[in-house]
């Protein structure tokens, strides 16, 4: 069964870049056809799609958040990363990493995300 | 973009209520829909993908239909364990995900 952990400072000042990385366990991230994702939440408020990477390095960005963002991936590693650069206190947030599967039906292919980390908090203040 | 709305905001039910919550997108994305049950403190966790497939382990009380812009999540007896907060997520635009901001269903 495939597990997903983040991990990384929690305490971030402004104007630097977060970084984070997500550990996938129970299985290879480059088997299957998955994407991997980060999404965020601010304390008390709903969830915000960061961006994803396919194993190839292919990936899309949110666009709100495109010019700070980078995902990358470590399949040696079984690991994927996010860095947000010149993050300020509006950044704040829990993180959490996601596996996006995807299943044919009806013709078409349907992207869901089933598999999450438990996320973590980061806090952007000096 | 596409813009994802839920209705309610929030409700309260009382166990072995039925309970609908509605999410509409702003424009048509055909069946591609998801709902997701996030607990205080924890996760999401994926209950429907593509509308109104049940994700495997999901108990058969939740189910979801709709497509184009409207979509509804039922939860046919409420237990005790479905007190959380609900969201929808398209997926039509592959290239940016969005959630709907949430449904909290609290008791009665």
């Known amino acids: 069964q495939v597990q997903l952990q983040e991990s990384g400072p929690g305490l971030v000042k402004p104007s630097q870049t977060l970084s984070l990385t997500c550990t996938v366990s129970g299985g290879s991230i480059s088997s299957g056809s998955y994407y991997w994702s980060w999404i965020r939440q601010p304390a008390g408020k709903g969830l915000e799609w960061i961006g994803r990477i396919y194993t190839s390095g292919s990936t899309n960005y949110n666009p709100s958040l495109k010019s700070r963002v980078t995902i990358s991936v470590d399949t040696s590693k079984n690991q994927f990363s996010l860095k947000l650069s010149s993050v300020t206190a509006a950044d704040t947030a829990v993180y959490y990493c996601?596996?996006?599967?995807?299943?044919?039906?009806?013709?078409?292919?349907?992207?869901?995300?089933?598999?999450w980390g438990k996320g973590t908090t980061v806090t952007v203040s000096s | 973009d596409i813009q994802m709305t839920q209705s309610p905001s929030s409700l309260s039910a009382s166990v072995g209520d039925r309970v609908t919550i509605t999410c509409r997108a702003s424009?048509?994305?055909?069946?591609?829909l998801n709902w997701y049950q996030q607990k205080p403190g924890k996760a999401p966790k994926l209950l429907i993908y593509a509308a109104s497939s049940l994700q495997s382990g999901v108990p058969s009380r939740f189910s979801g239909s709709g497509s184009g812009t409207d979509f509804t999540l039922t939860i046919s007896s409420l237990q005790p364990e479905d007190f959380a907060t609900y969201y929808c997520q398209q997926s039509y635009s592959t290239l940016l995900f969005t959630f709907g901001p949430g449904t909290k269903v609290d008791i009665k």
């Open positions: 996601a596996r996006v599967s995807g299943k044919y039906g009806s013709g078409n292919y349907y992207y869901y995300m089933d598999v």
């Open positions: 424009q048509s994305i055909s069946s591609y």
